[in-house]
């Protein structure tokens, strides 16, 4: 009897030792998916119920206070710049020639008709900052073996209540994402693939959001090249730099 129950709790101690921490597979996961700065340029593709479109663009990312996004295509997109410094948007267009500044309520619209909203922009990325993480089960996508990550936030001020990460357990990256209201109420889905081995980290070139409240199949966000710790000029992250 005694050998049996020393059995089993050698079991269940292979079988826990198995299970990562929450905490700890949140830091990998924002070792991949966060950096001191990257530079970018990318396609967003918006399908909407008229059809789809497709926005490119370059990007420059500071930190998780700054980040500046020049549309280069299409034409009737071209020059549209935004700046993100710390909790502030500014928007400009070169049809007005005028520098708006989004707020408030206004954060929660949407990016150029894409499911990513302005309020997605401005999220920290760094999610241990704001989430605890328990391991919840695990699962299979996309033939890859994930652990199921419960995240809850720590504060009422978050855009998203909880999250629920289906994370490889090899890579460390996120495969697929659900993000819900204090509610309960599921407002997004993101499905995440082509996970490419860059500059020494896992990272997935190409995201599909679904804003679950919308009609459509949603906006892919796909990277074409993205590169990490680069020299950023200083002024692009300047109100001065939107009308340049």
């Given at each position: 009897m005694r050998k049996t129950a020393v059995c089993v709790f050698a079991a269940l101690s292979v079988l826990y030792g198995q299970t990562p921490d929450g905490t700890d597979l949140l830091r990998k996961i924002d070792a991949n998916m966060s950096s001191r700065n990257h530079v970018a340029t990318?396609?967003?593709?918006?399908?909407?119920?008229?059809g789809s479109r497709t926005l490119e663009a370059r990007s420059f990312?500071?930190?998780?206070?700054?980040?500046?996004?020049?549309?280069?295509?299409p034409s009737r997109d071209r020059g549209t710049k935004m700046l993100k410094l710390e909790d502030?948007?500014?928007?400009?267009?070169?049809h007005t020639d005028r520098i708006i500044q989004i707020s408030g309520h206004m954060l929660r619209q949407s990016v150029m008709g894409s499911d990513l909203s302005y309020e997605d922009m401005m999220e920290d990325p760094n999610l241990e900052r704001h989430y605890d993480a328990a391991v919840t089960g695990s699962d299979t996508v996309s033939g890859r073996d994930c652990w199921i990550l419960t995240l809850k936030a720590r504060?009422?001020?978050?855009a998203y209540a909880s999250r629920i990460l289906w994370v490889d357990r090899e890579?460390?990256?996120p495969l697929k994402e659900e993000l819900y209201a204090k509610s309960g109420k599921l407002l997004k889905r993101l499905?995440?693939?082509?996970?490419?081995?860059?500059?020494?980290?896992?990272?997935?070139k190409r995201m599909l959001f679904?804003?679950?409240?919308?009609?459509g199949e949603g906006t892919e966000f796909i990277v074409d090249e993205i590169s990490f710790d680069q020299d950023i000029p200083e002024y692009l992250f300047t109100k001065a730099a939107l009308r340049k």
């Open positions: 990318s396609r967003m593709v918006i399908h909407g119920r008229r990312t500071e930190g998780v206070d700054k980040s500046f996004t020049e549309y280069t295509a502030r948007l500014w928007i400009y267009s070169p504060t009422p001020d978050m890579r460390f990256v499905d995440l693939s082509d996970v490419s081995r860059i500059e020494g980290r896992w990272y997935p679904k804003d679950m409240l919308k009609e």
